[in-house]
Each structure stands twice: as structure tokens, then as C-alpha cells.
């Protein structure tokens, strides 16, 4: 039973255009959202987070946004470079017990130059 | 300032044998969390720890796997007379607390068993 779901498995864009990832959740009791960032052979890189207080964060050329009523959050990367190719996990934590965070199974992004 | 280290990087395993995984959080971090990775999975959550303390075992299989994190030294995931399907990448997080903070994660462990 998959709480967050990517899915996409993989998405391929052009250098300079934007990146949107995709991310559905089905657990109410989620009320804080990350972005992982892998590349192979690394450990996952925390890019962004946003609480459920929030429909939008940004950090320079990352932003996420969150819909809490259709259970959804994306991260827009724009413009996309060819460094950001890598796997991309998003990931959610709540209260009711537990703040340990539950991934989806990840999309892989590739940014052709 | 170091990150999260994980050792060995690679790790192959006979089946029966034991495997041993171990995890040096940043400097400061005090919470560490362990995390399976099988391939085209996402990352499963299997234990979080604190000095001494055992805090969530709730990810972690009932038997042959136990973790640990002393009041000196690493934190350890220890397999017990591994089977081919605990091969998987396994990666250590730490953060300085434990609620609304990202986590920090080591490079991982990959374990294969033949």
C-alpha cells in the first residue's frame, strides 16, 4: 500500500525548459513534504521542503507547490539544466506518531543538453 | 564538517553469513535512521535510533536483522545468515533532531549476496 506515489517513472526534458514532477499522497495525516535529489552510486540530497501551512516554496530555480485538497505537490525546476538529471524522490511526514518520513519510489529526470 | 559516512561501500555476502553495516552521522546529529533501498523501489524505512536507544523498529524484518548505535562509535545494521533477497542498496540518515528537519544521508551500502 503505496502512501506516496511518483507515477512517473522517468521524465526527459530539454536544457532551458521547465521540469515538473509529480507527487500523490493518500495518508491525511501528512503535513510535511520533501525532495530528495539522487545521483547513482550517492546517497539521496534533501532539495526542498514545504509544510502543509504552505502551497508554495521556492529556492532559487526549485519551487514546490502543494494541493492539499487533491492530496498533490510537484516541484518545478526551471530552467533545467543538464546537472539536474538524477533521480528525484518525494517524500512525506505527519503527525499522529510518526515524523519519519515515507518515499515514493522516485522519478528519474533527464535533461538533454 | 564531515557528512553522514557509511562503510563498507560495497559489501558481498554467501548466503548464511553475516553482514554488518555500519554508519558514522554528521557531527552534531544525534538521531540516526536506516533505509532499504531494493531496485526500482523507493527508499523503505527500517529503523530510527538515538544514543542507546532503539526509538521505531517498525521497518525492520522480525528476524536476522538487528541495529544499534552505542553511546561510542558507529551506528550498525547487523544481517544475520543473509539470503539473496536481502540484497539491496542500505543507507544511513542523521539529523539533529527528529521532527521537521530534512535528513542527511550517507552514500550507502551496497549489499550483494551470492
Known amino acids: 500500500d503505496q502512501q506516496v506515489k511518483q507515477n512517473s517513472p522517468s521524465l526527459s526534458v530539454q536544457e532551458g525548459r521547465i521540469s515538473i514532477l509529480n507527487c500523490d499522497y493518500t495518508?491525511?495525516?501528512?503535513?510535511?513534504f520533501l525532495w530528495y535529489k539522487k545521483y547513482p552510486a550517492e546517497g539521496p540530497t534533501f532539495l526542498i521542503s514545504?509544510?502543509?501551512?504552505?502551497d508554495k516554496n521556492e529556492d532559487g530555480r526549485f519551487t514546490v507547490f502543494l494541493n492539499k485538497s487533491a492530496k498533490h505537490l510537484s516541484l518545478h525546476i526551471v530552467p533545467s539544466q543538464p546537472g539536474d538529471s538524477a533521480v528525484y524522490f518525494c517524500a512525506a511526514s505527519g503527525t499522529g506518531g510518526s515524523y519519519i518520513p515515507t518515499f515514493g519510489r522516485g522519478t528519474s529526470l533527464i535533461v538533454h543538453p | 564538517n564531515a557528512g553522514v559516512m557509511q562503510n563498507p561501500r560495497h559489501l558481498v555476502r554467501r548466503r548464511g553469513q553475516e553482514a554488518r553495516l555500519r554508519c558514522s552521522p554528521m557531527?552534531?546529529?544525534?538521531?540516526v535512521y536506516w533505509y532499504r533501498q531494493l531496485p526500482e523501489e523507493g527508499l523503505k524505512f527500517m529503523v530510527y535510533l538515538q544514543k542507546e536507544n532503539i526509538i521505531d523498529e517498525s521497518g525492520m524484518p522480525k528476524e536476522r536483522f538487528s541495529a544499534e548505535f552505542p553511546k561510542e562509535g558507529p551506528s550498525i545494521l547487523r544481517i544475520q545468515q543473509v539470503v539473496r533477497g536481502d540484497s539491496a542498496a542500505y543507507f544511513c540518515?542523521?539529523?539533529?533532531?527528529?521532527?521537521?528537519?530534512?535528513?542527511?544521508f550517507g552514500p550507502g551500502t551496497r549489499l550483494t549476496v551470492t
Open positions: 557531527k552534531g546529529h544525534s538521531h
Open positions: 495518508n491525511s495525516m501528512f503535513d510535511y
Open positions: 540518515a542523521s539529523s539533529p533532531g527528529h521532527k521537521r528537519v530534512e535528513q542527511y
Open positions: 514545504i509544510s502543509s501551512i504552505k
